[in-house]
């Protein structure tokens, strides 16, 4: 008998610590891009939803990393590592230990292979090696397993996918029973971008793109109070945009002759190799006083940009001045580009959008302008995970935080 009411005894025990309470687990936290949503264009009036999280949030103006391009952005502001430390140092790469590939965002196998991106870890690796369920919707590097680890949700990029659909997926995911339901997702959209390039940033084209996925925010928010979900939001860009002209533009083949170089990159930031047995002729060439644009050597950029020390970066880069575009006169492109980004960081034209709303931020509070690296500690701290070496500072955003 006394055996049995011992054995009954801890059946209860088992059963109350089952059905007890599990600590309350921190807000998600749902990261936003907008590629290519410059700082300004939140005051023009067609986001509304987003000037709403901006006034009962906080807001900032951040400076890319340079350069100020896509993948090497994206990648910065999941992992808080500037380009040059984090691998991604350009949107076309190539690496002396991978050879005879050539990274491109339209190459797929590259995109998908973790050793182009393995040099940093971007916070939904970390989260999910916390036990945090992550979900990552087209943004860059989520395709490849990163140092083993992939989200436990992801889709490959597909443009074609309107901004609604995007939403409704994340969504979806937040549907889902709850211990497979992310407390991490990290959504992009490029419409804002596009527009960009193909009309300008001032354009009527622009100014709709700004407007649709404002809409698609606003599905996402009414998304989220329907199913009683409360968040952390913080929507991001990469860059800004400049306008572009071909009244502005310098050919490098009237500086160099053309067979003495191969380009990587071209447009807002180039980067130069020189062909085998016209080094020295290059060098000349580049590095002296040039109108409208400079290039250096690898080893001599500017510290200000921190960049160089990768061995992924080439052996020349050239910048040209904000709105300027460096090309060659062989080269033919599909359609005209009335914007473009990859300046100088510095450039106003270039500064990137922040806004940040939910449980742990305080409301009406507006940033110093700050460096997009500073964006991971503050990932970090929401999720409440350890984060990784990096080279963000929370000191600046902490203005932004509750605690």
């Known amino acids: 008998m006394r055996r049995c009411l011992i054995l009954l005894f801890a059946l209860l025990l088992t059963a109350c610590a089952t059905s007890a309470p599990r600590p309350a687990s921190r807000p998600l936290v749902i990261l936003i891009s907008i590629d290519g949503y410059r700082a300004d264009y939140l005051d023009r009036g067609g ?75 971007p916070i939904w690796v970390t989260a999910e090696r916390a036990g945090i369920v992550a979900g990552a919707q087209f943004w860059p590097g989520s395709e490849a397993a990163v140092r083993g680890v992939r989200p436990s949700y992801w889709r490959r990029f597909d443009q074609s996918v309107p901004p609604e659909a995007r939403v409704d997926q994340v969504l979806g995911w937040l549907d889902l029973p709850r211990a497979q339901r992310p407390g991490l997702v990290a959504l992009y959209f490029d419409d804002v971008d596009t527009a960009g390039h193909d009309y300008g940033p001032d354009s009527a084209e622009l100014n709709a793109a700004v407007a649709r996925v404002d809409g698609a925010l606003g599905r996402l928010t009414a998304g989220l109070k329907a199913r009683g979900i409360v968040a952390n939001v913080i929507v991001v860009a990469d860059h800004g945009m400049a306008p572009m002209s071909t009244a502005r533009e310098v050919f490098l083949d009237d500086v160099a002759p053309r067979e003495a170089f191969r380009v990587l990159a071209g447009g807002a930031f180039v980067t130069l190799y020189p062909e085998k047995g016209r080094e020295a002729e290059l060098d000349r060439a580049l590095i002296r006083p040039h109108e409208h644009f400079q290039c250096w050597r690898k080893a001599e950029i500017p510290a200000r940009f921190h960049y160089g020390k990768n061995p992924r970066v080439a052996p020349y880069v050239c910048l040209p001045e904000t709105g300027w575009r460096l090309s060659t006169r062989d080269y033919k492109p599909s359609k005209p580009e009335r914007g473009a980004h990859g300046f100088d960081p510095d450039s106003p034209a270039m500064a990137a959008i922040f806004v940040a709303n939910g449980p742990g931020i305080r409301t009406g509070v507006m940033l110093a302008p700050f460096d997009n690296v500073s964006v991971y500690p503050m990932l970090a701290k929401l999720l409440g995970v350890a984060p990784e070496e990096n080279d963000g500072d929370l000191r600046q955003v902490a203005d932004a935080l509750t605690r």
């Open 47 to 121: 986001s509304p939803v987003l000037a709403q999280l901006a006034k009962t949030g906080a807001r900032g103006m951040m400076r890319p990393s340079f350069p100020s391009k896509t993948f090497p952005n994206h990648y910065t502001l999941v992992t808080g590592l500037r380009p040059d430390r984090h691998g991604i140092v350009e949107n076309n790469i190539e690496d002396p230990e991978i050879p005879g590939v050539t990274f491109r965002m339209s190459n797929v196998p590259a995109v998908q292979d973790a050793r182009w991106w393995d040099q940093g870890e």
